[in-house]
């Protein structure tokens, strides 16, 4: 048998972040009396309170990276290792968490696009506002321009540096035909005389 808790307004909880019991808790059934009155104690815990994503309520994120949910209570201070089980959904998909005391961080499956984010524990559900998950493009526009530039000048730079090895060694080949060339006509006058 599963029995929600009512709701205790502010003014009437009256206890700290530790919790705090009051003497007697009771079941109302039909024709069953016995559990009117049972004695044991029954401890009321401050609700996990998170905060919004974003003072505007959409947090704008990459792919791989996870979602940090901030709060307090998220751990309750109860006895006995007691923990809340937490689902968070990104849109309608829910995400693996891992909790701290101030903290939730949901790694989710490869989504993008904008999707509502909702908690959910026990019987509370609260929406801390929306994701917007952009693509994780490997290069963005100015990186692609900057690159494909810098590549460009690189191959102006190679190209003219080829050009001039080749404009050099032209001229260092005449050159060397011409001196052979006047060495051919030296020894053929020598020859001569």
């Given at each position: 048998m599963?029995?929600?808790?009512?709701?205790?307004?502010?003014?009437?909880?009256?206890?700290?972040?530790t919790g705090s019991g009051p003497d007697e808790i009771g079941f109302y059934m039909d024709n069953v009396h016995a559990l009117m009155v049972v004695n044991e104690t029954f401890s009321y815990y401050p609700d996990p309170v998170f905060e919004l994503l974003s003072p505007t309520g959409v947090l704008e994120l990459k792919p791989t990276s996870p979602l940090i949910l901030k709060g307090r209570n998220l751990i309750p201070a109860a006895?006995?290792?007691?923990?809340?089980?937490?689902?968070?959904?990104?849109?309608?998909?829910?995400?693996?968490?891992?909790?701290?005391?101030?903290?939730l961080l949901c790694e989710w499956p490869n989504l993008t696009g904008q999707h509502k984010v909702t908690v959910r524990v026990g019987?509370?559900?609260?929406?801390?506002?929306?994701?917007?998950?952009?693509?994780?493009?490997?290069?963005t526009l100015p990186a692609i321009i900057g690159i494909g530039g810098g590549g460009?000048?690189?191959?102006?730079?190679?190209?003219?540096?080829?050009?001039?090895?080749?404009?050099?060694?032209?001229?260092?080949?005449?050159?060397?035909?011409?001196?052979q060339l006047q060495m051919?006509?030296?020894?053929?006058?020598?020859?001569?005389?």
């Open positions: 599963v029995c929600l808790a009512p709701s205790v307004s502010d003014s009437e909880r009256g206890f700290s972040d006895p006995g290792n007691s923990r809340l089980n937490y689902t968070v959904f990104i849109g309608e998909t829910p995400c693996v968490l891992t909790l701290s005391e101030t903290q019987g509370f559900e609260y929406s801390p506002g929306t994701l917007q998950i952009y693509s994780d493009s490997l290069l460009g000048l690189l191959l102006l730079v190679i190209i003219a540096v080829l050009i001039a090895y080749k404009r050099k060694s032209r001229d260092a080949d005449r050159t060397l035909k011409r001196l051919d006509n030296l020894e053929s006058r020598v020859a001569l005389e």
